[in-house]
Nanobody, 117 residues
Framework: QVRLVESGGGLVQTGGSLRLSCTTS????????VGWYRQAPGKQRELVAR???????EYADSVKGRCTISRENTENTVYLQMNILKPEDTAVYYC???????????WGKGTLVTVSS
């Protein structure tokens, strides 16, 4: 079993920055990818960014150039640095981990990001 705990969400003004953290624990040897996903009210959950073994990263077009995903292996933590935030970035952000490089087998409970205009 893998446990994911998100933190770092909050209220920020347009143009501001936030850094989200996802702390992982449990049987991590089976995990090949950890990603950040978001779900806005009335919309489907979507990929924001993910990082695979070897630190291969992938970003949604909507956040390219504004967000950076990274990890600190000694802390088993994956970060999402978000800059130049926009109101359309408002959503609940979830951390997801998968055994398959493009799948998600475990989810955190999410952290709310609200960007005010």
């Amino acid at each position: 079993q893998v446990r994911l705990v998100e933190s770092g969400g909050g209220l920020v003004q347009t143009g501001g920055s936030l850094r989200l953290s996802c702390t992982t624990s449990g049987f991590l040897a089976s995990i090949t990818v950890v990603g950040w996903y978001r779900q806005a009210p009335g919309k489907q959950r979507e990929l924001v960014a993910r990082i695979r073994r070897g630190d291969v990263t992938e970003y949604a077009d909507s956040v390219k150039g504004r967000c950076t995903i990274s990890r600190e292996n000694t802390e088993n933590t994956v970060y999402l640095q978000m800059n130049i935030l926009k109101p359309e970035d408002t959503a609940v952000y979830y951390c997801g981990a998968g055994r398959d490089p493009r799948g998600v087998d475990y989810w955190g409970k999410g952290t709310l990001v609200t960007v005010s205009s």
